[in-house]
């Protein structure tokens, strides 16, 4: 069904623990979800796999970076996508059976290098951006078939992993601190996706991060941006669901612990607020559909 992209430029304003907390919340209503991690800092594979499965996968080249250079071949495949992707990730109970994993790799930096060197090999630009596009397509409805939910995590950068992954999205949620600071990088987000031509992948919303309640400047920001009020008009409508700036929050991070069902893991309060969310999703991906 739907491909989103947890995506802003700025970092550290909790694309990584939002992405996770959120497929793991769709998987825990049942649904097929797939968490994409496009960041070479690896943190949403490490969340969901640990380390020793992570390394797993890299020795067996089993990741985005492998699959990515699979699309650059003549042979990718619809069928070609799920050698790449781990099945049953968390650290909820047993892990979920139908949350699944693509890990990113370290590796993915040296992307841009077997970019360049495939593109040399075709007889012009036009006939290689068709060829990447064919594949593209071929992701897209293999994902688009298989998983209700495709979160993508993103690197704080238009890194060369998300010019291929970008246009194969339906819509992005852009996880933002309401500060200064992290309002511009999601402002010079948009400017940067309209500029690369990224313009049919939608804005889902902006999801309130880290918010803090006793910061005068955070409660305006959110107020002013529920108002429309310029330069907050510039944005994506928020979503009424703010995540606060919580340890229990952080906690959940840890890769090394584990936890009996997803309201133990990030308690009853925070469980409830991302299932708030999770319906928020799932309605403004079913509005924007009709
Ligand atoms: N709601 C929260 N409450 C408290 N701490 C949080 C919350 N969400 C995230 N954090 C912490 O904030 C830091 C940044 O979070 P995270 O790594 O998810 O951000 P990011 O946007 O993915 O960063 P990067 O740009 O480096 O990928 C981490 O230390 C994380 O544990
Ligand atoms: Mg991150």
Redesign the pocket.
Known sequence: MAIILMI?L??????????VAVAECFADEGRQVLLIDA?H?C?ASEMLLGEERLLRCEKRGRTLHDMLAAMLDDEFEEESVPYFVEEGGSNIGSGYANLHVLPCSLRIDDFEKSMRKSRNNYRSSDDWIRDINKKRRRLRNYLSTKYDYTIV?C??ALAIQLQVLVPVADAFVI?SIPDQLSIRGSMLLLDRLRRANFSKVRPLGMLW??YRQQARAHREAVERAARGTPPFDQLPRPFETV?????K??DS?DPSKNFTTYYAKYTPAFARLYQNLCGEIRKRVNSARQ
């Open positions: 802003n700025k970092g550290g304003v909790a694309k990584t623990t939002n992405a960041d800092q943190m995590d690197p704080p996880p991060s880290l995540i606060p700036n919580a340890s929050i952080a991070t």
